[in-house]
Nanobody, 117 residues
Framework: QVQLVESGGGLVQPGGSLRLSCTAS????????GNWYRQAPGKECELVAT????????IYADSMKGRFTISKDKAKNTLYLQMNSLKPEDTAVYYC??????????WGQGTQVTVSS
C-alpha cells in the first residue's frame, strides 16, 4: 500500500524552528522527486521546496530561501523539511508530495504548522 505520512508539525514561536518528516511506504522515495507544499487559510496551495530524485538539485520559493532546507534520507525512505527563523506568515498546513513522471503522484495527509507567540 502506497502511503506518505507527515509528522513534525506543531505550534512554535516566531523565530523558532521545526523539522517536518515525510516517511514513504510502498515505494522507494529515492527514485521520486520530493516536494513540500503548503496551504494557508484562504490562500492557494504553494510550492515550498523541491528536491530531485537524485538529490542533486533543490529549488525553494523565494520567501523560504535561506530559512528552509529540504533533504532526503534514503535509508529511512524519508523526506525532510527543516524550517528555521519561522514567521507568522509561515502558518499553514504543509503537505509532502512524491512525483515520478508521467504517472506517479502521491500526497501525504498534511501537518499543521502554527507560528504564533
Amino acid at each position: 500500500q502506497v502511503q506518505l505520512v507527515e509528522s513534525g508539525g506543531g505550534l512554535v514561536q516566531p523565530g523558532g524552528s521545526l523539522r517536518l518528516s515525510c516517511t514513504a511506504s510502498g515505494f522507494t522515495f529515492s527514485i521520486y522527486d520530493g516536494n513540500w507544499y503548503r496551504q494557508a487559510p484562504g490562500k492557494e496551495c504553494e510550492l515550498v521546496a523541491t528536491m530531485t530524485n537524485t538529490g542533486g538539485s533543490t529549488i525553494y520559493a523565494d520567501s523560504m530561501k535561506g530559512r528552509f532546507t529540504i533533504s532526503k534520507d534514503k535509508a529511512k525512505n524519508t523526506l525532510y523539511l527543516q524550517m528555521n527563523s519561522l514567521k507568522p506568515e509561515d502558518t499553514a498546513v504543509y503537505y509532502c508530495n512524491a512525483v515520478r513522471k508521467p504517472f506517479w503522484d502521491f500526497w501525504g495527509q498534511g501537518t499543521q504548522v502554527t507560528v504564533s507567540s
